[in-house]
């Protein structure tokens, strides 16, 4: 008797299908009724919806950080800014404006990518290190703007954000953000999802694997990598609009380099050139110093001084981290998961 052992296909369509089994569909399907089903479990915990809010956010960056450095190769050191720019123009626009939420959500990822672009034209001549240093210089460029250019920003005061409505509903509280942001994620995730498997998606992989070679075939690289700059800031932007209209009032320091470290932590631990891995890496990541700050808490009374070195304790952790990650699994977690994957669906041959 013939015992089946793996999964399939013969046709192209089902070899690049996103979801290669009914059961996939059906984990799919559960993880996405367990998402809706969160708030109403935990209606009564701000800080649980403030937290699960603050992941979809992180999802939508990473993800456009992962396009740019995972799939196409290319350091950015520059993302929290391009953040910060999306949160700056969405607020400008609805307040200076009266725009509506979604055209300024949209605006403002139109802007960043425009403004991503234009920090990405060094890319023609410069790779590795040196790119990132060129992006941490749109990083310090960026900064500067957002304190000095008040009429527009606020400066280091800040500007005061409404918080989005659509058709009259206003978002407003954690538990209806959360639907918002759910939103936003999910489409986020299935639209780059999908980018990567288009004509753009393989040039920007075949950039990252052997630009010479890309190039010998005719692939434009310029044109490819503005374009990954574009994609990458417009998910900043939808991000950063996001994050403004949820918290209410941002200023520079919502947006400076570290934040920009933290999200390349996200992917390098979740896993370049994947999108789940993405997704993985920005829930890791985000639930990381709520931890570490959930532990000081049930150490503060015996150990007073906790509370003081926190912030030293995160940074160190964080750091920690990453070096674990680079050296035991340097692929991320994404690549962890997939073997696991790989062994059930072999199994009982796992080998």
């Known amino acids: 008797m013939a015992i089946k052992c793996g999964v399939f296909k013969t046709t192209y369509e089902g070899d690049e299908a996103i979801w290669q089994t009914k059961v996939s569909k059906f984990w799919i399907a559960l993880l996405i009724v367990a998402l809706i089903a969160f708030p109403f479990i935990f209606q009564n915990s701000r800080y649980l919806l403030y937290v699960a809010n603050s992941v979809l956010i992180a999802v939508i960056a990473a993800i456009g950080l992962n396009i740019l450095t995972g799939f196409t190769g290319q350091i950015s050191l520059g993302h929290g800014a391009f953040m910060g720019v999306g949160a700056y123009a969405s ?30 034209i060094p890319s023609l001549r410069l790779k590795g290190l040196y790119l990132a240093i060129a992006t941490l210089a749109a990083q310090v460029i960026l900064e500067f703007v957002f304190v000095r250019w008040r009429v527009v920003t606020g400066g280091s005061q800040g500007m005061l954000v409404p918080p989005a409505k659509i058709g009259g509903f206003s978002f407003n509280g954690d538990f209806k953000f959360y639907f918002l942001a759910l939103a936003f994620t999910i489409l986020g995730v299935m639209i780059a999802k999908n980018i990567v498997r288009t004509k753009p998606g393989r040039a920007f992989m075949a950039i990252r694997d052997r630009y010479i070679s890309a190039e010998i075939i005719g692939v434009p690289l310029f044109q490819y990598k503005l374009i990954s700059f574009g994609i990458s800031s417009f998910y900043a932007g939808v991000a950063g609009s996001l994050w403004a209209h949820y918290i209410g009032i941002i200023t520079p320091e919502h947006f400076n380099v570290m934040v920009s470290i933290q999200y390349l932590s996200m992917i390098i631990i979740g896993g370049l050139g994947s999108i789940y891995g993405s997704v993985m890496g920005a829930v890791f990541m985000t639930l990381l110093p709520e931890g570490l700050r959930l532990l000081s808490g049930l150490f503060s009374n015996q150990y007073p001084i906790l509370i003081n070195i926190f912030g030293a304790i995160r940074e160190s952790v964080f750091g920690l981290v990453i070096i674990l990650f680079l050296i035991f699994e340097p692929d991320g977690l994404a690549a962890r998961w997939k073997t696991i994957q790989n062994y059930w669906k072999l199994w009982p041959f796992s080998y």
């Open 91 to 120: 607020g400008y626009f609805m307040t200076q404006l009266g725009m509506p939420f979604l055209a300024c959500v949209v605006a403002a990822g139109c802007v960043t990518a425009m403004v991503g672009m234009i920090f990405g």
